[in-house]
């Protein structure tokens, strides 16, 4: 009686040394960053941000210490991949936050699905093969698709600014594609006319032969760049004199690459997820930390993995702080609902895709600072836009072709 009894103690006494272990274990963020090549700039800021929400926190949610690790994509699909494995397989983390380009999040998916390791992709907006069509609940976005921020820069050019014909040209990759289509689709319904695209390459050396291409006849010319090339894109557009208004995508002028623009960015309308004016305490807080922490003013991918970070935080306080039990911790991730933070409310559809305000900017000159200042606000926004989203899934994906350019002169 007294050998089972020991035996007993003995089992207890190890079952709780385990749970003490396990308690013990931080949590460990695998954040897939890019630190070389022409879209680095927005992998900086994405760094910024989330370093900035874990030092506020003193790297622990809920009780429980955090730590992070970084890997460079580069903005390569294959590197993105690579990565992921190496953070899942040898870093041993229990989330991924990033990365930073839509090609790369694509290329994650079927490996996510597999390792059954949560993906936050901040701001790799894909608008199919992800979470549109549910393929993976592995896959959470906290922020909005490539076309959802421009279906609101199209039905704005179209009803505000009474745009009726427009000339695109975006970066020939998926964001650029997506970005635009979702821009043509809302242009195009309230009555607008797409008369040109043109697609150069994301690394394109010059944007002279493509800027010579586009028509003069044009009330607007939309414009879908990232990284660095949306400093060369407006540089060369008014070097060549070209005066139509240009409006694009969030990254057009963000802060991230504002800062180094001159009088070419005057003038020029964006939508985006987030905006640095807005008016809200939570906001006004984050804003005055990047200056203090950083020197420089957040932008959309600073913003982006900041909210990473509070997603993260609130799924952690719904799990009370257990994150070891992977399906309750996968299901508080979709279950999240904010209510504060720098971008607005967010929460998320059935798809798990986000619903959120859309901010329409204008780029002014203000104490001799470039700043985009807001213009309108679109609340509660969604992938599908005002669309049937059953209609929507079911009918053609947005891609480089699609919608077609069907009054293209």
């Excluded at 200056?291 to 609130?314: C, M, N, Q």
Aim: proline letters at 6%.
């Amino acid at each position: 009686m007294v050998r089972y009894a020991a035996a007993a103690l003995a089992l207890l006494c190890l079952a709780s040394s385990n749970q003490a272990f396990a308690q013990a274990q931080p949590l460990r963020i695998g954040f897939l960053t890019v630190r070389t090549g022409p879209l680095a700039a927005g992998g900086r800021q994405m760094e910024e941000g989330i370093n900035l929400f874990l030092k506020e926190r003193n790297s622990t949610l809920s009780g429980r210490k955090v730590e992070i690790v970084f890997a460079d994509t580069a903005g390569q699909p294959a590197q993105a991949k690579s990565k992921a494995q190496e953070l899942v397989e040898r870093e041993k983390v229990h989330v991924l936050v990033g990365p930073l380009a839509t090609f790369e999040a694509l290329a994650l998916d079927d490996y996510v699905l597999q390792a059954k390791v949560p993906l936050l992709p901040p701001m790799s907006a894909a608008q199919v093969d992800l979470a549109q069509q549910k393929k993976s609940d592995y896959v959470i976005h906290t922020y909005g698709t490539a076309a959802q921020a421009m279906y609101v820069m199209g039905d704005y050019a179209a009803k505000k600014l009474g745009m009726k014909r427009v000339a695109m040209v975006a970066d020939d990759f998926t964001y650029g594609h997506e970005g635009a289509a979702g821009f043509q689709k809302t242009f195009e319904d309230a009555g607008g006319r797409i008369v040109q695209k043109l697609w150069p390459p994301l690394n394109a050396p010059d944007y002279g032969s493509f800027i010579g291409q586009l028509k003069g006849n044009v009330d607007g010319v939309y414009a879908g760049f990232a990284g660095s090339n949306p400093l060369r894109f407006l540089r060369a557009y008014r070097e060549y004199g070209m005066k139509p208004v240009v409006m694009g995508n969030p990254t057009l002028t963000d802060e991230g690459i504002l800062k180094n623009m001159g009088d070419e960015a005057i003038g020029v309308y964006t939508a985006s997820w987030y905006t640095v004016d807005r008016d809200a305490p939570d906001n006004k807080r984050f804003v005055d930390a990047i200056r203090k922490e950083y020197k420089v003013t957040p932008g959309f991918y600073t913003a982006a993995t900041y909210t990473s970070g509070l997603w993260i935080e609130e799924a952690m306080k719904l799990v009370k702080g257990k994150f070891e039990d992977k399906a309750a911790f996968v299901k508080a991730l979709h279950n999240v609902k904010l209510d504060h933070g720098p971008m607005g409310p967010l929460r998320l559809d059935e798809y798990g895709k986000p619903i959120l305000n859309v901010y329409v900017r204008k780029v002014e000159r203000r104490n001799g600072e470039l700043v985009n200042v807001t213009v309108a606000t679109y609340p509660n926004v969604s992938q599908f836009w005002t669309y049937d989203p059953k209609a929507f899934i079911a009918g053609p994906q947005f891609s480089r072709d699609y919608p077609p350019a069907k009054y293209a002169e």
